[in-house]
């Protein structure tokens, strides 16, 4: 890890801590943070720090005595094993499956792309949406392959008027500019969590054997460094990435931006979750977080994309440890930051592929990987069935 981060890995919380927790009317987000006399107000929900269930560990442990009786050799499928086993735990399933998988994609614009932080420009954003509408996006045509039904949210971009098959659920049009004023007042970040679970809510019809969440916003990779460079105490420099395609230069300003916007609203040692999402936070990025948690509370196993969305599922973790067994996690992004946030999380995920997209397309493209995993767990036959000799010693 490259010095000068203070990342810490994530251990499940005490149970008196979680016992207070719970029983705070304040929000875990915000304890401990120094608050601006505007974020003096709870802005977390309450929701948001009920315990996951864990997974089922006799499921589990059903789950590797079959991957024991498979005819191949112990292990010879590698992380394709571990992963039928773990959707087997997740689902409480001895036929682990995921084939009813939604996808939903959040949208969100940034005041700070008015400071060219990203090599495209902020309509784009808007564009997008038209195009995921049209199904010629990246996310559209992998979800169309993959027959996976994909919802897109506008929950804050610059749109005024409503984008045909996108739903609307905002609190604002963007973010403000964080290297001017806090990207977003208390009651708007709060929005923007409630959105994402109104998202999950939504999802229920597909009963989701797994989710996917992606997103779209020019200028949330800067968010993203910004959120992480807080919470892992990393110098800017360590996580900024080109995002669309900035060059060493651009690259170079976007993490003075974020460093100069940290030391600004005082997030240089220590503040809370909801003090850090409030002043350098995208509404789509919180949306997500939010989304995690809910489906993570509705025993949904999550499938999480690159760099953008591990910064979410890190916001996610540390406001509820216990969504973090939930996670998987599928792709690592040719996005700087992405594999410091991945250490954080204690996750490897399944491919590298040097997707620097979003849209939660690394999430797609592992989904088959999943798939057949699944099909290996439930439809080999055993040593028995196949009358084939067990390991001799
Ligand atoms: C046409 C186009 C489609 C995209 N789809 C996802 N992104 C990705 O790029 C953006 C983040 O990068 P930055 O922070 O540099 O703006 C996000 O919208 C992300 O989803 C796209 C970007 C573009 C230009
Ligand atoms: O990995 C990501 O999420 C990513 C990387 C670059 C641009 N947009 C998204």
Redesign the pocket.
Known sequence: MPTGCRSRRLTSRPDAARRQRLSSAWCDGNRGARRSPHERSCVLPEWTSLDCAPPSETHRQAALERQAQLTKPLGALGRLEQVAVEIAALQASERPSADRVPVVLFAGDHGIAAQG????PPE??VQ?LHNFAAGGAAISVLARGLGCPLEVVDVGTLASAPVPDVLVDKPRRGTRDFSVEAALAPAEVAFAVEAGRRAVARQADHAPQLVIFG????????SAAAIAAALLRCAPAEIVGS??GLDADGRARKAAIIAAALARHGLTSGAGVADILAAVGGLEIIAIAGAIIAAAQRRWPVLVDGF?VSVAALLAVRLNSSCRSWLLFSHRSAERGHSLVLEALGARPLIDLDLR???ASGAATALPIIRLACALHNGMATFAEAAVSGRGS
């Open positions: 932080v990203s090599a495209y784009v954003t997008m997103e779209m916003g020019i200028g949330n990779t800067t995002g669309t953008i997209l979003g849209e």
